[in-house]
């Protein structure tokens, strides 16, 4: 089955830095592009950033880019979001997925198709 496993999380201040990390399991990592989408208390998911590693060419949402950058380790099967100049509007849970495949837990969230597995990790950023 689908497993992707993200963790990293905690406390932050605002200006900090942290790194989330998602092992993926369950599929061939390779084929597939990786996104991380993030879910802020009373709203629904955001789609945050994207990258298909072969092409190697990462997509982010306005509202993070320069400050994040995704990138994978294909040996490790791990998808990373590196997160600086942290902000309030950052908090949120933030969940690794991937591309959609057949069976999976497909959701549209901006105006991607994708498959959000696994718990989560939180994220807050405050002083």
């Known amino acids: 089955e689908v497993q992707l496993e993200a963790s990293g999380g905690g406390l932050a201040q605002p200006g900090e830095s942290l790194t989330l990390s998602c092992l993926a399991s369950?599929?061939?990592?390779?084929?597939?592009?990786m996104s991380w989408v993030r879910e802020a208390p009373g709203q629904g998911l955001e789609w945050v950033a994207s990258?298909?590693?072969?092409?190697?060419?990462?997509y982010y949402a306005d509202s993070v880019k320069v400050r994040f950058t995704i990138s994978t380790d294909n040996a490790k099967n791990t998808v990373y979001l590196q997160m600086n100049s942290l902000k309030s509007e950052d908090t949120a849970v933030y969940y690794c997925?991937?591309?959609?495949?057949?069976?999976?837990?497909?959701?549209?969230?901006?105006?991607?198709?994708?498959?959000?597995w696994g718990q989560g990790t939180q994220v807050t950023v405050s002083s």
């Open positions: 369950g599929f061939t990592f390779d084929d597939y592009a």
């Open positions: 997925a991937k591309a959609c495949s057949d069976g999976g837990r497909c959701q549209k969230i901006g105006g991607r198709y994708l498959e959000v």
């Open positions: 990258i298909y590693s072969f092409i190697s060419n990462p």
